[in-house]
Each structure stands twice: as C-alpha cells, then as structure tokens.
C-alpha cells in the first residue's frame, strides 16, 4: 500500500513539473489557427428544386437504371438524366438541381433522393419532365460537424440556418468544438 502512494505522489510531482502550453487543446492536436466553420442556408434555398439544361458531370456518384435512362448523382448538387438507348452515345438530357443530394435510389416509376434531411420522392414515369411529387422533411439525419476528425470547427448555430458545408479558415481563437 505504501508503495502505492509513494508511486502516486511521484508521478504527481513529475506531473507537475511538465511544461504546460497555455492554450489547452482536446484530443490528439494542438489547435494551429486553422478551423472549419460552418456554410449556411435557409430552408427556402435548400428546398428549392429545379430541372434545368443538362450540365456536364464533374463529381459523379451513384447510378441507376430506369427503362433506357440513366439517373446519375453529381455529389451534393443533384441527378443528371441520361438517355442511354445508344449506350455508344448517350444524351445527357438535364439536371435536377437538388442541394445536399447524395444518395439516390430508383423503384418502378420513382426516383427516390435525398436532400440534406429531407426525402424527395420524384415521379419519373416520364424522364424528360420529372415531378417532385413528395418531400417528406427530417428523415434522414444530419450531423452538425465536419466529416473530417481531429479538427477543430466552429460550433453548428441552427439559428442561423441549415448546414451545408464546412469551409477551411484561419481563426484567431480556438474555436469550442473539436471532432
């Protein structure tokens, strides 16, 4: 027993020697002047769905099939519908602009995808004029930190509206929230 105190007293008289920084960090990195702070928009913009011209494809996702169209995700902006009946030389057709878009998935005539927390049912029956027929709201969840790990970010303000970015900034102060 008393080896066990003596031991305990010595580590922390070791500990109390140790050079401290003066700005406390969490986790496994010391805070560099760099942060994530959120990216904002309000629900109207968010909502906000439109077919437009088709758009070349930048950041493709997933693809589905639907009779002889293609669906495919651009990541985070919307779906390009492709009409695929000369598999040798497809015609992009146009674009469903649909912001926080990720994931799509394709049932007889429906398109189904999401929109940040919300879940867009499309009707596709015919592809060249799709329909939203149906957003069912906060379905699906969203975090309210950065998809990174071991930064640190600027705490997610509701108030000021929906997430839906993060971007990379110098900072003057260590922000509170850490991932």
């Not at 592809?127 to 957003?135: E, F, I, L, Y």
């Not at 906060?138 to 970015?165: M, Q, R, S, W």
Request: with cysteine.
């Amino acid at each position: 027993m008393k080896r066990i105190l003596r031991a305990s007293c010595l580590a922390l008289l070791m500990l109390s020697c140790y050079p401290r920084e003066s700005e406390p960090f969490v986790g496994n990195e010391k805070f560099n002047g760099t942060g994530y702070r959120p990216v904002y928009k309000n629900p109207e913009e968010i909502s906000k769905i439109e077919v437009q011209a088709a758009q070349a494809l930048k950041t493709p996702g997933k693809i589905y099939t639907y009779d002889r169209y293609l669906f495919i995700n651009e990541v985070g902006k919307g779906i390009h519908i492709v009409d695929n009946s000369d598999a040798k030389k497809p015609e992009n057709l146009s674009f469903v602009s649909i912001l926080g878009n990720y994931d799509i998935a394709v049932k007889d005539n429906w398109l189904y995808a999401d929109n940040f927390s919300n879940l867009l049912v499309i009707d596709i029956a015919d592809p060249k004029a799709p329909k939203v027929t149906k957003s069912i709201p906060n379905v699906i969840p969203v975090h309210d930190y950065p998809p990174l790990t071991g930064i640190y970010f600027e705490c997610a303000d509701f108030k000021k509206g929906v997430v839906v970015d993060w971007e990379k900034v110098d900072m003057e102060q260590q922000p509170k929230c850490y991932r």
